[in-house]
């Protein structure tokens, strides 16, 4: 029985607070408690708005992924030499490569042609993207380390190419929080299932809370995408609430005891976002008021482009409603023609060309291009090499990625390789310096971003990278 002749009763009788706290092991108590630190603020909140290091260019990334590594030489980095000497035996000595049974120059089988102010050099594979050459700013001097797709792709997404780290878009979110609370700071969309999977978008030893919220994978059209588990198929609102209040009173508990702890923390916004996220989340996903006009621009309900077209408008539509940093991958090992280049890269300029155009002129004509910073290419380049009868290799020492948008030198061609495109020889960009430069933009010091973790401070870019001040305008 309780006791009645106590502090914690009033006239003889039970108090609320007493009664509570003893009813149902005490869980009722600790539901209150929570709710109430929530709706007072107290309660800590790992995806709150932080404030930046500095004043940011961008808001918010769009990373366009374009997974296999594309072709630099036949798509923006034009070399007219290697076009010349198309066949000759190669004429210089080659890094690492995969197959070194045939080593003779390959030429691009496209044509390339000059476009806007800066007379940028663009193939006819991207002649939607050619249109909006005076709104990039091209970096051709990009390396990176590894020539296998795990070692490059964890090296473009982490910062390393042997242990599990955080990824770029959980490093963002613990650096800024989200705009939205009902949103997570971080979306991959389609994200691949191979070389790394969800290492790639993971948060490894930062609070789970910043890892990314993966919508579908590339196994899969994106009409058909969903966020797994968001949901539960026969349990009302109500029920679900009741259960997560159950739940969170128990994680509460263990907080309470186990005093300050950041993983605990980011368990129990994890559960609350998700909930929060069944409504807010759906809307955004729906394309239901978006204008014929639009859908069009991005080439939705057109065969070639429809898939790759709803994950740029995806994106766009996440970003607008807050979203830190959203990762579009396009096909797992879709850009890696080591045979049969022409029909591979063809269909794959075909199917990404029109919708990243789109994206563009969309944020540009919203007014959101300004301070979205959006990011395109893959974990490597490929060789002017050929190999085997038409294809490519892989080819870390040199390639081409561009940004637009978020602060960045519209129009604006930064590095260079050699005559053939093959070694990065001019204002080098190592992929620790582009990870530098992106957290620039939004405001971060990759110096100052850091998390103590097993006795030592880790950041994004380790002990490396310089900020490239050279490309922010």
Not at 245 to 255: G, I, S, T, V, Y
Not at 283 to 298: K, R
Request: negative net charge.
């Amino acid at each position: 029985m309780l006791k009645s002749a106590s502090h914690n009763s009033i006239g003889g009788k039970v108090s609320r607070r007493r009664l509570l706290q003893q009813s149902g092991c005490g869980f009722a108590s600790l539901a209150l408690a929570g709710l109430c630190a929530e709706l007072s603020g107290e309660e800590k909140n790992p995806l709150a708005p932080k404030a930046a290091h500095h004043p940011a260019s961008a808001r918010r990334v769009i990373f366009l992924f374009m997974h296999g590594g594309p072709s630099q030489v036949d798509t923006f980095d034009y070399k007219p030499r290697l076009q010349k000497e198309n066949g000759n035996e190669l004429p210089f000595e080659p890094g690492p490569l995969l197959d070194t049974k045939s080593l003779r120059l390959l030429g691009s089988p496209w044509k390339f042609q000059q476009y806007g102010e800066n007379g940028s050099w663009v193939s006819e594979l991207f002649h939607n993207v050619a249109q909006h050459a005076d709104d990039l700013c091209f970096i051709h001097s990009l390396h990176t380390k590894g020539v296998s797709h795990g070692q490059a792709v964890s090296m473009l997404h982490t910062g390393t190419d042997n242990l599990v780290r955080p990824s770029v878009g959980a490093w963002v979110s613990y650096g800024l929080g989200t705009e939205n609370r009902d949103l997570p700071a971080f979306v991959t969309i389609s994200p691949p299932r191979g070389h790394g999977g969800p290492r790639n978008y993971g948060a490894a030893f930062l609070p789970a809370s910043y890892q990314a919220t993966a919508i579908g994978h590339s196994g899969m059209n994106v009409k058909d995408a969903a966020i797994a588990h968001l949901n539960a198929s026969g349990v009302s609102h109500q029920e679900q609430r009741q259960q997560l209040d159950l739940l969170q009173a128990m994680n509460r508990d263990h907080l309470s005891r186990s005093g300050e702890d950041e993983q605990i923390e980011g368990v129990i916004e994890s559960f609350e976002l998700a909930f929060r996220m069944q409504n807010a989340a759906p809307q955004v996903m729906s394309f239901a008021d978006e204008s014929p006009q639009t859908l069009a621009l991005y080439g939705i309900d057109q065969a070639a482009t429809d898939d790759f077209g709803r994950q740029c408008l995806l994106a766009r539509r996440f970003a607008e409603a807050g979203v830190r940093y959203i990762q579009v991958s396009f096909k797992q090992n879709g850009w890696d023609q080591h045979g049969n280049l022409l029909k591979g890269h063809q269909s794959n300029a075909q199917a990404v060309d029109k919708p990243i155009a789109g994206l563009l002129a969309d944020l540009k004509q919203r007014g959101m291009l300004e301070d979205t910073l959006v990011v395109w290419g893959g974990e490597f380049g490929r060789t002017p090499i050929v190999q085997g009868e038409d294809g490519r290799d892989h080819n870390p020492q040199g390639f081409t990625m561009w940004l637009a948008g978020g602060g960045v030198k519209a129009g604006l061609h930064y590095g260079a390789t050699d005559d053939y495109g093959y070694y990065a020889i001019e204002n080098k960009v190592h992929m620790h310096d582009l990870h530098a430069t992106l957290l620039y933009l939004m405001g971060l010091d990759h110096q100052r971003l850091t998390y103590r973790y097993a006795g030592r401070d880790f950041r994004l870019t380790d002990v490396y990278g310089n900020v490239v001040h050279e490309v922010i305008a």
